[in-house]
DNA sequence: GTAGCGCATATTGGATCCGATATACAATAT
DNA sequence: ATATTGTATATCGGATCCAATATGCGCTAC
């Protein structure tokens, strides 16, 4: 029989659907720093009950992505600065280590599926895909590692900070600049130069955290101490 | 009035004390890999109902200590000999830029707190709770540094890992090797000598590593794929 | 008028119940 | 005898129900 069948045990449990959706919601920014989660109107959102709801809500406690206090629910994590500048460096140390690991096992289809979404960057306006897209490319590269624990850590680690590096890119602009530094990474992963891809790698980290620094610094307020 | 309260709204949830006992057994060894964790039987043992068994199991899933399939439940997730390997790597990594850091921050109390736990090290013969202090010294030089996202990598990295560090050292006496670099690293730390912390904070690492590659590669079997 | 108390309501945490799925075994047909 | 099918049981995912706690408002006492 030539029928091809799909693994229906693997389907996504209720819990996993809100889970996905409530974290998409966080990480854009669709909801705000100590934006409160309801477990009654989340259940009614997804036509649920709110046993999956509260499971979704545990899971993302244990990413940091909401914080929950018991008999008074759950709100949407804020970052101080410092935890910020905390996860940035993270983030220098690890991925440079992670990309370093990568080069070397990258093969031909994997760059130009990177090259693909790179020129896929290159054209597109609007912010929430492009963020999208912007994951997708590191995570294209960095997954030839195949260090799965790092790459959750690291995945973890963007989760946290991309809400703000999103609505920072929104006003600056710096669009442009992180196109042109991905060609960078690019070439040089294609050119199977790992420590120069490791460097081009933390100076972009680099650009995004101070853009954020500097944004955060002038509009003064914001960032909840969570 | 002179009395000291307690936050009582921080109590632990039936959740919390049942992830915290399956967390603990699991990282002992006490639960080998691959053991199923039938929900009924955990909640009557805690006297309790499925639904923070569940919750407690959506936690350690999030943690990589247990792998859940739909309508099959959940059992003890298990290391290949390259996820451990993976997992040594990223404490070489992050534990060294960690303890940098905590250098300078170190106060006498603290360093005295860690040569309290050190001096329990040495004369401790029962596997268990040695493996406990151990964590503790550790965890208490690391925490000085005050980097929360670091810390939990490193203490959920220790958790894939401690099971296995501990099983080790059972058979091959290795504490006396520990005791004797924990104070080493104990030195360097009150010397303020931040790189001399870090190299032999890796050379420590690097010795447990290399005692669980031996081991494994003796015994051959074990290990499942998981 | 205001501080403190008590009740009403909203919301969460946990228990119980029901439907869905997997697994093991028995029955049957070839 | 073996392979297939039907069924019985165990276990899980989710819904509903109840208890515990927090929050807000009105009332009372001074």
């Known amino acids: 029989m030539a029928l091809t069948g799909v693994d229906v045990s ?26 409160p989660l309801r477990q009654d109107a989340i259940a009614r959102l997804f036509n649920t009950s709110r046993i999956p709801v509260r499971e979704a809500l545990t899971m993302l406690e244990q990413q940091g992505l909401v914080q ?21 460096d993270f983030r220098y140390l690890v ?4 990309i370093r690991a990568a080069v070397p096992r990258m ?12 020129e896929a960057l ?17 995570a294209t590269l960095l997954g030839a590692s195949g260090l799965s624990f790092h790459l959750a850590a690291l995945g973890n680690a963007m989760d946290r ?38 460097d081009l790698t933390v100076a972009h980290i680099h650009g995004a955290h101070q853009s954020l620094r500097a944004h955060l610094d002038g509009i003064k307020a914001g960032f909840g101490t969570g």
């Not at 929950?68 to 940035?88: H, P």
């Not at 991925?95 to 992670?98: G, I, L, P, R």
């Not at 093969?107 to 790179?118: D, F, K, M």
């Not at 290159?122 to 590191?138: K, S, T, Y």
Request: aromatic content about 6%.
């Open 122 to 138: 290159a054209v597109e306006r609007d912010p929430q895909p492009w963020g999208d897209l912007n994951r997708a490319f590191h």
């Open 10 to 35: 693997q389907r996504a449990s209720a819990s996993d659907i809100v889970f996905e959706a409530l974290r998409r919601a966080i990480i854009t920014g669709e909801m705000k720093d100590g934006d």
């Open 161 to 198: 900070l991309d809400r703000y590096v999103r609505a920072q890119l929104l006003l600056t602009e710096g669009h442009e600049r992180s196109n042109t530094e991905h060609r960078a990474i690019l070439a040089a992963c294609a050119a199977g130069d790992a420590d120069g891809a490791a």
């Open 107 to 118: 093969t031909p289809g994997l760059l130009a599926e990177a090259g693909a979404i790179c």
């Open 95 to 98: 991925e440079a280590h992670v």
């Open 68 to 88: 929950t206090r018991r008999y008074k629910g759950a709100v949407v994590t804020g970052l101080s600065v410092d935890d910020a500048d905390e996860i940035f």
